[in-house]
Protein backbone atom coordinates (compact mmCIF):
# COMPACT_ATOMS: atom_id res chain seq x y z
CA UNK A 1 0.00 0.00 0.00
CA UNK A 2 2.42 2.35 1.04
CA UNK A 3 4.49 1.48 -2.43
CA UNK A 4 1.35 2.71 -4.12
CA UNK A 5 1.31 5.90 -2.58
CA UNK A 6 4.50 6.48 -3.38
CA UNK A 7 3.99 6.32 -6.69
CA UNK A 8 0.94 8.47 -7.26
CA UNK A 9 3.00 11.12 -4.83
CA UNK A 10 6.23 10.87 -7.29
CA UNK A 11 3.30 10.86 -10.21
CA UNK A 12 1.40 14.12 -8.62
CA UNK A 13 5.28 16.04 -7.73
CA UNK A 14 6.09 15.55 -11.45
CA UNK A 15 3.03 16.46 -12.89
CA UNK A 16 3.21 19.84 -10.91
CA UNK A 17 7.07 20.65 -12.02
CA UNK A 18 6.51 22.80 -14.92
CA UNK A 19 9.89 23.34 -15.62
CA UNK A 20 9.76 20.08 -18.03
CA UNK A 21 8.58 19.61 -21.46
CA UNK A 22 5.38 17.71 -21.61
CA UNK A 23 6.68 14.60 -22.89
CA UNK A 24 8.65 14.25 -20.37
CA UNK A 25 5.94 14.59 -17.29
CA UNK A 26 3.75 11.98 -19.85
CA UNK A 27 6.87 9.37 -20.03
CA UNK A 28 7.53 9.52 -15.97
CA UNK A 29 3.76 9.74 -15.48
CA UNK A 30 3.61 6.52 -18.19
CA UNK A 31 6.44 5.04 -16.24
CA UNK A 32 5.05 5.11 -12.75
CA UNK A 33 1.49 4.02 -14.05
CA UNK A 34 3.43 0.67 -15.69
CA UNK A 35 5.20 0.14 -12.16
CA UNK A 36 1.42 -0.05 -10.47
CA UNK A 37 0.22 -1.88 -13.02
CA UNK A 38 3.05 -4.20 -12.82
CA UNK A 39 3.33 -5.00 -9.04
CA UNK A 40 -0.47 -4.85 -8.18
CA UNK A 41 -1.90 -6.21 -11.37
CA UNK A 42 -4.16 -9.56 -10.24
CA UNK A 43 -3.92 -10.83 -13.96
CA UNK A 44 0.05 -10.88 -13.85
CA UNK A 45 0.39 -14.64 -12.91
CA UNK A 46 2.18 -17.74 -13.75
CA UNK A 47 3.98 -18.73 -16.50
CA UNK A 48 4.82 -22.28 -16.84
CA UNK A 49 4.00 -23.03 -13.55
CA UNK A 50 5.55 -20.57 -10.97
CA UNK A 51 5.40 -16.87 -11.44
CA UNK A 52 7.99 -15.54 -13.30
CA UNK A 53 9.24 -13.24 -11.04
CA UNK A 54 10.25 -16.13 -8.29
CA UNK A 55 12.31 -17.22 -11.39
CA UNK A 56 16.03 -16.97 -10.28
CA UNK A 57 16.97 -14.52 -13.68
CA UNK A 58 14.05 -12.28 -13.43
CA UNK A 59 14.48 -12.36 -9.53
CA UNK A 60 18.20 -11.34 -9.68
CA UNK A 61 17.22 -8.59 -12.14
CA UNK A 62 14.68 -6.80 -10.44
CA UNK A 63 16.84 -6.77 -7.09
CA UNK A 64 19.48 -5.50 -9.40
CA UNK A 65 17.18 -2.81 -10.39
CA UNK A 66 16.11 -2.16 -6.65
CA UNK A 67 19.66 -1.76 -5.75
CA UNK A 68 19.66 0.99 -9.31
CA UNK A 69 17.14 3.13 -8.02
CA UNK A 70 18.20 3.01 -4.32
CA UNK A 71 22.03 4.34 -5.60
CA UNK A 72 20.33 6.85 -8.09
CA UNK A 73 18.72 7.79 -5.41
CA UNK A 74 21.46 8.43 -2.91
CA UNK A 75 22.82 11.14 -5.35
CA UNK A 76 20.09 13.16 -5.89
CA UNK A 77 19.51 12.88 -2.10
CA UNK A 78 23.48 14.33 -1.62
CA UNK A 79 22.71 16.80 -4.36
CA UNK A 80 19.56 18.14 -2.07
CA UNK A 81 22.01 18.48 1.03
CA UNK A 82 25.00 20.35 -0.64
CA UNK A 83 21.47 22.42 -2.23
CA UNK A 84 20.36 23.01 1.52
CA UNK A 85 23.66 23.72 3.21
CA UNK A 86 24.37 26.30 0.02
CA UNK A 87 21.45 28.14 0.42
CA UNK A 88 21.64 27.90 4.30
CA UNK A 89 24.66 30.01 4.39
CA UNK A 90 24.47 33.34 5.47
CA UNK A 91 25.49 35.61 2.32
CA UNK A 92 24.99 33.13 0.18
CA UNK A 93 23.59 33.57 -3.20
CA UNK A 94 20.51 31.39 -3.25
CA UNK A 95 20.31 29.11 -5.68
CA UNK A 96 16.37 28.06 -6.87
CA UNK A 97 17.77 24.59 -7.59
CA UNK A 98 19.26 22.20 -6.66
CA UNK A 99 21.77 20.94 -9.63
CA UNK A 100 22.54 17.52 -11.16
CA UNK A 101 25.55 16.18 -12.69
CA UNK A 102 25.38 13.61 -14.98
CA UNK A 103 28.77 12.16 -14.13
CA UNK A 104 27.02 11.62 -10.35
CA UNK A 105 24.83 9.09 -11.50
CA UNK A 106 27.18 7.44 -13.81
CA UNK A 107 30.05 7.06 -10.57
CA UNK A 108 27.49 4.60 -8.68
CA UNK A 109 27.06 2.29 -11.98
CA UNK A 110 30.95 1.28 -11.83
CA UNK A 111 30.81 -0.49 -8.65
CA UNK A 112 27.53 -1.77 -8.89
CA UNK A 113 27.90 -5.18 -9.38
CA UNK A 114 30.52 -5.22 -6.37
CA UNK A 115 28.11 -4.19 -4.06
CA UNK A 116 25.46 -6.57 -5.49
CA UNK A 117 26.94 -9.49 -4.18
CA UNK A 118 26.13 -8.22 -1.26
CA UNK A 119 22.68 -8.82 -2.26
CA UNK A 120 22.82 -11.78 -3.72
CA UNK A 121 24.51 -13.21 -0.39
CA UNK A 122 21.76 -11.51 1.31
CA UNK A 123 18.95 -13.30 -1.11
CA UNK A 124 19.88 -16.77 -1.05
CA UNK A 125 17.32 -18.99 -2.49
CA UNK A 126 14.51 -16.58 -0.79
CA UNK A 127 11.57 -15.83 -2.91
CA UNK A 128 11.08 -11.94 -4.37
CA UNK A 129 8.91 -10.58 -1.92
CA UNK A 130 8.40 -6.66 -0.51
CA UNK A 131 11.29 -6.99 2.31
CA UNK A 132 14.08 -7.94 0.06
CA UNK A 133 13.13 -5.41 -2.37
CA UNK A 134 13.36 -2.91 -0.02
CA UNK A 135 16.61 -4.31 1.79
CA UNK A 136 17.90 -4.07 -2.05
CA UNK A 137 17.00 -0.85 -2.27
CA UNK A 138 18.60 0.35 1.15
CA UNK A 139 21.92 -1.84 -0.19
CA UNK A 140 21.78 0.89 -3.23
CA UNK A 141 21.57 3.80 -1.11
CA UNK A 142 23.74 3.09 1.29
CA UNK A 143 26.18 1.98 -1.49
CA UNK A 144 29.04 3.89 0.11
CA UNK A 145 28.73 2.35 3.22
CA UNK A 146 28.66 -1.06 1.98
CA UNK A 147 31.77 -1.02 -0.61
CA UNK A 148 33.84 0.75 2.20
CA UNK A 149 33.02 -1.97 4.46
CA UNK A 150 34.26 -4.60 2.34
CA UNK A 151 36.93 -2.61 1.79
CA UNK A 152 38.28 -2.84 5.71
CA UNK A 153 37.31 -6.66 5.82
CA UNK A 154 39.63 -7.13 3.13
CA UNK A 155 42.52 -5.45 4.53
CA UNK A 156 41.90 -7.05 8.06
CA UNK A 157 41.79 -10.75 6.26
CA UNK A 158 45.11 -9.76 4.54
CA UNK A 159 47.29 -8.71 8.03
Request: positive net charge; hydrophobic residues 55%.
Amino acid sequence: MFVIVGLIATLAIFGVWRSRSLWVRALVGAIVIALIWFFWDPMIRARGGSEWWQQALWRNLILYASMLMGMMFRVIWDSLELWRQHNAQAGARRRRRPRFEFWEFVYPIMPSLVVFQAVLLFADKEELSLPLLLASFQNGFFWNAVLSRTKQSIGASEK
